[in-house]
């Protein structure tokens, strides 16, 4: 294949792979996925070596832009800028294709810490962490690392619950987060 | 089938699910079923519908034992008794063999609130909101609803990520719940 030909199959290849694997699961056989991207198994193949290597490339390309749609912008107080992403999450799990956070989501389907997709989405969350407890030291948090792993809990007990549509956030996750930041310090 | 054998070969079969279903997810395929439980896929058809069906009752079948493993006994004030859950649920999130909560992982794999195992999980999940909802209101908490919302979430979410193999709880959850419990007036 040319290179660009490459480059494009290899992308549709890998949007079709996030967007299946986020709505049918990682189960979701070569098949399918071949037939929704447009591209062949043979393709496919010339381009990863196997189905897991493309669900992990596809969590890694998708990665960017899940983080800027939940990090805030650098206006606003630690708390407000934390308080954000809570509220981002609220929003986006109102969609109706909302089905939780796809890197936590990846991580309970293949129950496998060393699967190449878990890799990746246990990077990716713990960028997230990362940057609650950086936020959390710039507030003046008593214990950053304690109020981050805290907040990446709620995270993500609030998207598993609102993606398995048993709750509906509506200021519920804000409302958690308001009490953990004031037990913190943050204020 | 005479009757005793038809309830062995049921409970052999459920027993069998619920280890498969939790250990490598909802994906297992019936051959992989009928085989680690020893009871032939002809059995398996005459007892249930569907691999859909046998996954709700395995489900159902666990429940009564994952409540009890999870629920104190009647000892203690409001506010021991809700940390307790929190206690039991540390400890059991160290097994080698912990996947997280069956009842969330269920859902998340399954993304069909429709789908009868995600009826019986909702439902089951339902019931530990119900019993915090309860010890909340004998707490005194100022809102009994909104803090056994939040006590599910923190509960999902410590049990996904320990489960997942990207948190150690030691004492997380219930320094997260002594937060919440110390927001909501419960002394």
Known sequence: ??????????????????E????DGVSIGVEALCRTAGVS????????ASKDE???ASLERRAPAYE???TPDDTGTPRERILEVFERLEKASTQPEYRGCPFLSAMVELKDPEHPASVVASATK???TEAFRALAELGGARDPQLLARQLTLVF??????????????????????TALLDAAGVA
């Not at 619950?161 to 048993?166: F, S, T």
């Open 1 to 18: 294949m040319p290179t660009t030909d490459r480059a494009s199959t290899k992308d549709r290849l890998l949007d079709a792979a996030a």
């Open 41 to 48: 198994k043979r393709s496919m193949y010339q381009l990863f």
């Open 126 to 128: 713990g960028r997230l």
């Open 20 to 23: 299946l694997f986020y709505r």
């Open 156 to 177: 993500d007990g609030a998207s598993a619950r609102a993606g398995a549509r048993v709750e509906t956030l509506d200021g519920l996750a804000t409302a958690t987060v």
């Open 68 to 70: 800027r749609q939940l």
């Open 54 to 56: 493309v669900l992990a």
